[in-house]
Nanobody, 121 residues
Framework: VQLQASGGGLVQAGGSLRLSCAVS????????INWLRQVPGKERNFVAG????????RYADFVKSRFTISRDSAKSTVYLQMNSLKPEDTAVYFC???????????????WGQGTEVTVSS
């Protein structure tokens, strides 16, 4: 499986960004596509995940309805729409596949490269 993340950038607090994760070569072990984020010196934290075939979604508590994960099967792409961004959302965002629901980065199976999001105050 290959995952290609894009869409990061610089945005002011309160603004929005949409991240994209282009997915190819999914296997039967890649049931979920997830977004995780990492700030320098800290571990990668789960943000949101979607079950590829069913579309079932999960979010980290800190997302609090600001972020929405979705998928376009025809385009083989998973999106993370991020609204009402805060400076504390500044991080490198990664997409990753997993065979099951994950709570930490340890559960991820395959990783895409990160895309950097910077939210200025």
């Amino acid at each position: 499986v290959q995952l290609q993340a894009s869409g990061g950038g610089l945005v002011q607090a309160g603004g929005s960004l949409r991240l994209s994760c282009a997915v190819s070569g999914l296997t039967t072990s890649d049931n979920f596509i997830n977004w995780l984020r990492q700030v320098p010196g800290k571990e990668r934290n789960f943000v949101a995940g979607i079950k590829w075939r069913e579309g079932r979604k999960r979010y980290a508590d800190f997302v609090k309805s600001r972020f929405t994960i979705s998928r376009d099967s025809a385009k083989s792409t998973v999106y993370l729409q991020m609204n009402s961004l805060k400076p504390e959302d500044t991080a490198v965002y990664f997409c990753a596949s997993s065979s099951d629901v994950i709570f930490t980065a340890a559960g991820a199976r395959r990783w895409g490269q990160g895309t950097e999001v910077t939210v200025s105050s």
